[in-house]
């Protein structure tokens, strides 16, 4: 067994009780990079019986944060910036033989699930004459591999289990505060403004490669007798992203203000499992990959033109994710009696986004307000099972793929904003581009399975698949909200595309045989837009 956990804490902080007043620059900056790795290895040989097995765990938790939490009475510039690296790798083999029996059981969990933070706190201040940039910038993966073997004159028994969870806290604005703590005054004053948080993406949004959640499970058996083998994939990326400016902040701009939200959501799954008996051959395989967790940009405070009037400036509120789901798994046995295998493969994405003015927000810009939340899913579940036996064989592929995602953007009811110059604009969209005005190509949800079962006498096999794509949309303006375009428009738009395909292919050969296909595909997703 081997255990590896790290909980560290970096912190960058400006406390309560400080006042800084100087005339260049300020920043409060924290970077750490935090790495969990654990390996487990165990072999074991028994004359007559040979029983092993091996857990290998990676656990990375701790908290990077940088904040402001006194008062800046004056600064040229304030960046307040948390840089975070996060990985966890847990790698476990567990191999047994036996002259009359043997078994084996391996498993690994790596869990990567940091706070991360960059803010300036309930109750700080700043008056500064150039910009505010307040970063997050987290890259984050889980990678846990299980390989089980065993070997064994008459019986063998063995099991491979991988899970990997990518759950990170990403926290980054101005007054971001729990709903029962209490309401602090907050005041900024500022140039631009410009709050951003990424996860897995670069800061044009694009996804880095090899920042993900993944689970390889593989288990593999021989027994001259009998044989039977399992291999069990899990991975969750959830991350919970919030960039925000909370209630009781008063900002003043002098030329823009924007809060932006960027994430990339992978998780991806490939568990196999190989049986050979003499007379008796079971394999089976599961395979479970989610994309997760919640992705928000808010803004529930309060914003006029500052100390310049006749600015043009406004507010962009910009929420961008592309939740990503594969999963993979193959089940495959051989005897000389009888043969059964079965592969159930899941890929779900069930990610909240939101990007929203809150009931308390009360703005006042000359320039536009652009309230925009785009979505991209993407869920693909691919199956296998091969069936060969002298007397009966049989295999099973139930397999889903399922995106009950929700993209949401809005001004809520009780919020006030007026743009004397420019216009009022929200959009939501799932699988639309708003920079391209397309629609995203290669997305939804997509399943797909082979099946081969051949026997001399009796070969049974079924392949039921679904493909079930049902993203809800919604653009809103809440009941008594208030919103003024004096010299523009309001436009609220909600764009959505909803694919789903499910294909089988099911093959064998035997004295009699049993074949049931049933591939299923369903496109339900709800679109609105709501005055």
């Known amino acids: 067994t081997a255990k590896v956990g790290t909980e560290a804490s970096i912190a960058a902080q400006v406390g309560a009780d ?16 935090a790495q969990a790795d654990s390996d487990s290895l165990g072999s074991t040989v028994g004359f007559a019986l040979g029983v092993g097995a091996t857990f290998a765990d990676a656990i990375l938790e701790g908290s990077m944060e940088s904040e402001l939490a006194g008062n800046i009475v004056k600064a040229g510039s304030l960046s307040v910036t ?69 070997v064994a004159g ?20 101005i007054g971001t505060q729990e709903a029962f703590g209490p309401v602090l005054a907050t005041n900024v004053q500022a140039n631009n403004i410009i709050i951003s948080g990424y996860h897995n993406v670069d800061v044009a949004g694009n996804a880095l490669s090899n920042y993900d959640s993944v689970a390889e499970a593989r288990a593999g058996g021989g027994g001259i007798l009998a044989s039977g083998v399992g291999a069990d994939a899990n991975a969750t990326n959830a991350p919970t992203m919030s960039t925000r400016v ?21 998780a991806l799954t490939n568990a196999l499992a190989v049986s050979v008996g003499g007379i008796v051959g079971i394999g089976a395989t599961f395979s479970d990959a989610q994309s997760a967790g919640s992705i928000t940009t808010s803004f529930d405070g309060s914003l006029n033109l500052g100390l310049t009037p006749t600015g043009t400036g406004g507010l962009t509120l910009t929420n961008r994710l592309t939740a990503d789901s594969q999963s993979r798994g193959e089940a495959i046995g051989v005897s000389v009696g009888f043969t059964g295998v079965g592969t159930e493969v899941d890929a779900t994405i069930s990610t909240i986004t939101d990007s929203r003015i809150g009931p308390n927000g009360n703005v006042t810009v000359a320039g536009n307000v652009d309230i925009s939340n785009a979505l991209t899913t993407r869920a693909n579940a691919v199956s296998g099972a091969v069936s060969v036996s002298g007397l009966l064989s049989a295999g099973s592929t139930p397999t889903d793929a399922l995106i009950t995602a929700q993209a949401l ?54 392949g039921t698949l679904t493909a079930e794509s049902k993203a809800n949309v919604t653009a809103d303006v809440g009941t008594n909200a208030v919103l003024q375009a004096v010299n523009g428009t309001v436009g609220i738009e909600a764009w959505s595309s909803n694919f789903s395909d499910a294909s089988v292919v099911n093959n064998g050969g035997a004295l009699i045989r049993v074949a049931n296909s049933s591939p299923t595909a369903n496109v339900t997703g709800i679109t609105k837009a709501i005055v």
């Open 409 to 462: 953007a809005g001004i809520a009811g009780g919020a006030s904003v007026t743009s004397t110059s420019g216009g009022i604009y929200i959009l939501a969209g799932n699988n639309y581009d708003p920079l391209t005005d397309r629609y995203v190509s290669g997305q939804g949800a997509t399943v797909s399975s082979e099946l081969l079962t051949i026997s001399l006498a009796v070969a049974v096999s079924n």
């Open 82 to 150: 948390t840089t975070a690296s996060n990985q966890t790798t847990a790698d476990s083999t567990a191999a047994s033989g036996g002259i009359v029996g043997s078994g084996s059981g391996t498993e690994s969990n790596a869990r990567t699930m940091p706070q991360i933070s960059a803010q300036i706190a309930k109750g700080g201040n700043a008056s500064i004459t150039g910009d505010v940039v307040i970063t997050t910038s987290s890259v984050s993966d889980a990678t846990s591999k299980a390989l089980g073997v065993t």
């Open 246 to 266: 909370g209630t009781g902040v008063a900002i003043q701009s002098n030329a823009a203000v924007s809060l932006k939200t960027l994430g990339y959501n992978e």
């Open 18 to 33: 400080a006042t800084i007043a100087v005339n260049s620059a300020v920043t409060i900056s924290a970077v750490g990079n």
């Open 154 to 173: 008459g019986v063998a028994i063995g099991a491979a289990i991988a899970n990997a969870d990518l759950s990170p806290t990403i926290t980054t604005g």
